[in-house]
């Protein structure tokens, strides 16, 4: 058990590319701490600089307060589950499952006792005797996670365990997995791309985008909250709306402004602005559930033409044509179903809509 | 398998293919099955024509050899070339110099082979130059340094004996056995390692341990290579060696040139037994030669 803490760390390749800029954040003893961004945002480097696969350019990375730069892989007491599962494939389960033990010269009786306790929590005791070549992916991905927790490891690490699984599978090893890393109240540190693993496995994700930690929060925080634009468009299913508009004062009422609408901040949108002062030229945010359609009008409703109809049985996703080339994006109930090309009354629920800055891309609730 | 896949693959395209145009007509005559049944044929009598006439001459009275150049003996079939060939001249001696040299030589080229090939495709030993270099003196002419290397033997006390003999073909074969070795350990998974150093194998460890038990078809086949090289070298062998003690099978056999002239029978009866033992090797690994070369590696 561990918490591991990373400090100002950066990874720089051959003196000019960096992958991982200024990253800090500590993850607590037995949390599953997930680090979710898009390929070639640096979470794969920021993984193995735990690992200690790859040394750190700059920074420090600690293990329950001991820095732990300079110590070579085996004896930082963590365990990785690689994407391609990397089972040594001259072995079969049980050798595989019994490496790490048997590297450490543990006595053999002890090791199959261990083997055998972590085939039964995997339910890997039926093909403990076969070789690796030729089980299926989730056997597999069971097998390499049964390599690494079989010698308790302070730290897991997983590098994105299932994305090579087909979609059925992904969702089922996905409570799998929590599961047994539940149960196992191992520190788990779990990188991936996909929003959804994240936001369903993790305690506290890490948002990283072109090197940078952009958020570090719990999902619901990171959904509800997002720091800014990257995050807000990066989480969610269809993804968040952006909006350019402005924003206008007549009197005490707030309004933004679009080339395709004009709408009344209400008493939900207008408290984020009671202390702004920043430009009134912003990008708005509004995630497609957050976005109200009806058939007949409201007060303050926005009139939009129906461009697209999406029916999805529970739901339906609506694109509404806002411009020539900008459309919106809504998620209705499924017995909403406008015709193509008919006119919709649109309200936003306007405490989830988001504000930011066009310069920067920050929240304006982070502004001061 | 891949081989079987692709080849069913294209015959079943042949069958499929309803539209006979010129293109599938013209690619059936190249590349269809009678056509790699032929090329097939061809190849094998380009191999094995000349050795079954070595075979044949050498079964031929001498007196025949010289007067007539068919195929087949003509009159008696006769066992006095081979009698003689291993009186007259220390054939075994040259066979058994040459298995010496052959086997530690590459038994040295692969100690040295894999962890330098390893070093340099994972920890990138070197930079860049290195490996060129390596490639470099691969295909530079062996005569040019003939010289050097002679001088460099001598000045170490080790001309004419095994040992001198053995550290220049492992010299030699070094470049070509890094070129080999290089495609296998690129084949392995880099996490494979990575996992074996998280699990608590040192980087020496993991390679003797996780990647050569890996690679050993590779390796094996590399070696099979190396020792036909080493057997069929002549140059190092004629300028380093000059006696019975150190002659290998190459140099020996062209004691068969006497005052008397060339001994055709007893060279062919010499050349035979020379190339048996490598036709023996190259059968027993066959399966692993081909497994090596043609898979590259695992996939993991």
């Not at chain 1, 595989?96 to 010269?105: E, G, S, T, Y």
């Not at chain 2, 002679?150 to 220049?168: D, P, S």
Request: hydrophobic share 45%; with cysteine.
């Amino acid at each position: 058990m561990a918490c591991v803490e990373l400090r100002n760390v950066w990874k720089i390749y051959g003196g000019e590319v960096e992958a991982v800029i200024d990253a800090s954040w500590e993850c607590q003893d037995g949390e599953f701490f997930s680090i979710l961004g898009p390929s070639g945002c640096g979470k794969s480097s920021t993984l193995r600089m735990i690992a200690g696969l790859e040394e750190i350019s700059r920074g420090e990375i600690l293990f329950n307060d001991q820095v732990v730069n300079k110590l070579p892989p085996s004896s930082r007491n963590i365990a990785m589950v690689f994407e391609n599962w990397a089972l040594y494939p001259n072995l079969t389960v049980y050798e595989n499952i019994a490496f790490p033990l048997r590297v450490r010269k543990m006595p053999k009786d002890e090791i199959d006792r261990k083997v055998k306790e972590a085939a039964e929590f995997l339910n890997l005791t039926p093909i403990l005797n076969s070789g690796v070549r030729h089980l299926s992916g989730g056997e597999m991905q069971s097998v390499s996670i049964g390599r690494a927790i079989v010698r308790e490891p302070a730290v897991l690490i997983m590098d994105e365990p299932i994305s090579h699984l087909d979609a059925g599978l992904r969702a089922r090893m996905r409570d799998e997995l929590k599961k047994q890393v539940e149960r196992l109240h191992v520190t788990t540190l779990y990188i991936t791309h996909d929003q959804v693993e994240s936001m369903a496995m993790a305690d506290r994700i890490a948002i990283m985008n072109l090197g940078e930690i952009q958020q570090v929060g719990t999902p619901l925080d990171i959904y509800y909250h997002p720091r800014n634009d990257f995050v807000g468009g990066f989480i969610g299913e269809p993804p968040m709306n952006f909006i350019f508009c402005e924003l206008l004062q007549e009197g005490d009422q707030l309004f933004i402004v679009t080339p395709a609408f004009r709408m009344q901040l209400d008493d939900e949108g207008k408290p984020q602005f009671q202390r702004y002062s920043g430009s009134s030229k912003l990008k708005l945010g509004i995630r497609p559930e957050d976005v109200r359609v009806r058939l007949q009008p409201l007060p303050n409703s926005i009139t939009l033409v129906t461009d697209f109809v999406e029916p999805q049985g529970d739901r339906t996703i609506i694109s509404l044509r806002l411009n020539d080339s900008d459309i919106l994006l809504a998620q209705v109930l499924g017995s909403l179903r406008p015709d193509v090309g008919q006119p919709v009354y649109v309200t936003f629920d306007q405490r989830h809509m988001h504000f930011f800055d066009i310069e920067t891309g920050l929240n304006i609730k982070n502004l001061e | 398998m891949l081989e079987a896949k692709s080849t069913n693959s294209l015959e079943s395209a042949f069958e499929a293919n309803e539209k006979k145009t010129l293109a599938f007509y013209l690619k059936w005559v190249f590349f269809g099955r009678p056509a790699r049944i032929i090329l097939l044929i061809i190849f094998l009598l380009a191999i094995i024509l000349p050795i079954f006439y070595i075979a044949m001459t050498s079964l031929k009275e001498p007196i025949e050899i010289r007067t007539s150049g068919a195929l087949l003996p003509r009159g008696e079939i006769t066992t006095v070339n081979w009698v003689k060939a291993f009186a007259n001249v220390p054939l075994l001696r040259y066979l058994l110099n040459s298995t010496v040299v052959a086997l530690v030589s590459t038994i040295l080229v692969l100690i040295v082979a894999v962890p330098t090939t390893y070093s340099i495709i994972r920890f990138n030993t070197g930079g860049w130059f290195f490996p060129a270099w390596i490639l470099g003196t691969y295909v530079m002419p062996p005569i040019v340094v003939s010289i050097p290397i002679f001088a460099m033997v001598k000045m170490v006390q080790l001309q004419n004996t095994l040992a001198g003999l053995i550290l220049v073909h492992t010299m030699a074969n070094l470049p070509i056995a890094v070129w080999l070795i290089d495609s296998y350990i690129r084949a392995i998974p880099k996490e494979l390692e990575q996992a074996a150093w998280i699990d608590g194998y040192s980087k020496f460890e993991t390679l003797a341990r996780v990647v050569v038990p890996l690679i050993r078809p590779g390796v094996l086949a590399t070696g099979v290579i190396t020792l036909i090289l080493s057997w069929n070298e002549f140059l190092f062998a004629l300028i380093l060696t000059y006696g019975v003690k150190s002659n290998t099978f190459p140099i020996g056999i062209s004691r068969y040139i006497g005052e008397h002239g060339l001994q055709f029978g007893e060279m062919s009866a010499a050349a035979l037994a020379g190339i048996v033992p490598i036709y023996i090797l190259v059968f027993l690994s066959s399966r692993n030669l081909v497994e090596g070369l043609t898979r590259g590696g695992v996939k993991g």
